[in-house]
Structures are given as C-alpha cells and as structure tokens.
C-alpha cells in the first residue's frame, strides 16, 4: 500500500500505521505532480487502485464577488489538475493491472443536479470539474479494463470537514473500498455516494 500526503511526517505515520510505503509530495505544484509519479512507479509496476482524495476549500463561503485568481487557481491545481495528471503519469501501471481502478473523490458541492447555491464558488466549480474529467477518463480507458468512478464521501472528520462532522474517515471512506473493489463488469464514468449511484 502506498500513503501520500503533503508532508513527510504525515506521510511516514501513515505508512507505519498501515505497513505501507510513504509517498511525498505537493500536489499543487506541476513539480509535486510529477515526484509523487515518480516515487509511485519507483516503488511498484503494476497498480490496481488509485484513490485521489487531495483537496483543498480555503474559502468555503466565498462568494461572486469575493473570488481571488489565485485561490480559484490554487484550488483549481489541487483539486482537478492533480487528479487528471496523476493519473496520466500513472496510466502504464494502471493498464498493467489488466484491471485497475480510479477512484476520485469528489463531493456533492459539484452537483448540477438540482442547481447550485452561490457559496463557496472555487471549490464547487473545482469538483464539478473532476467530475467531467472523471466521467472523460472513465470513456477513454475503459476498452482497457480500467474502472473509473466519482465519489462523495459526505461530511467527514477531518481537517477539512471539522470535528462537528457526522461522519468518522472509515465511514468516509466506505464507498471508496466498494469502487476499489467492483467486479470487472461494474460502472465506470459515475458518481456515488454510499455505494449507490447519484446524479451529476
């Protein structure tokens, strides 16, 4: 198994926990983008599942008239570009899986379903953008058994989420274990949240 996170520290905990190998890297930067590739295809050939749970929502309440370039662009890098670039640095160990899975996580906040509301305009536009590329992904590689899926884990407990939230990170996390686990046969290019299918 292998653990990411931005920082070494978080990184090694997390591989020590788990028994796995710590990954690093800022995901933000094309730079970060590219070692966290490296380091991955360093430490195994062939890859079965890549979860993208990285994100950042600096401004949650942010409005029209109070979105910033650069924050729109910052949560743009995170939450869309590294999640479509990572996965391409990593597609020939994915296809090498004969059977791999893509897991994104995204969130409700990106729904057109039902008609958006006017908070938090960089991170909603960010996840209705990783939904597309999720869905454009899931088309173009499903000829080659790869798997790929949108998910919304709900309101976890995290640094993002706050203590206040219902949901603990294995809770949180259910529905990515039932994606990285579908039958050869399962969806692809949808969007989910426990385990069931959602509108986009």
């Not at 536009?125 to 000829?143: E, I, Q």
């Not at 990170?169 to 969007?191: C, H, I, K, Q």
């Amino acid at each position: 198994m292998l653990c990411h996170a931005r920082h070494e520290a978080d990184a090694r905990a997390l591989a020590d926990e788990l028994g796995g190998v710590a990954i690093v890297g800022d995901l933000s930067t094309d730079e970060g983008i590219g070692s966290v590739a490296e380091q991955t295809l360093a430490a195994v050939r062939v890859l079965h599942v890549l979860v993208h749970n990285a994100a950042i929502n600096p401004r949650p309440h942010e409005s029209v008239d109070e979105v910033q370039r650069d924050t729109f662009r910052e949560v743009m890098r995170v939450n869309v570009e590294a999640p479509l670039f990572l996965t391409q640095a990593l597609l020939g160990s994915l296809r090498a899986a004969k059977g791999a899975r893509v897991v994104i996580l995204s969130s409700q906040a990106g729904q057109f379903a039902g008609g958006m509301p006017a908070d938090g305009l960089s991170y909603r536009v960010s996840k209705a953008a990783v939904n597309a590329v999720s869905a454009v992904l899931a088309t173009a590689v499903r000829s080659e058994e790869i798997l790929v899926n949108a998910m919304h884990p709900g309101w976890v407990k995290t640094d993002m989420g706050g203590s206040e939230a219902p949901l603990s990170p294995e809770e949180g996390a259910d529905t990515a274990v039932y994606l990285a686990t579908l039958p050869d046969n399962g969806p692809s290019g949808r969007f989910f949240y426990e385990r069931r299918e959602i509108e986009w």
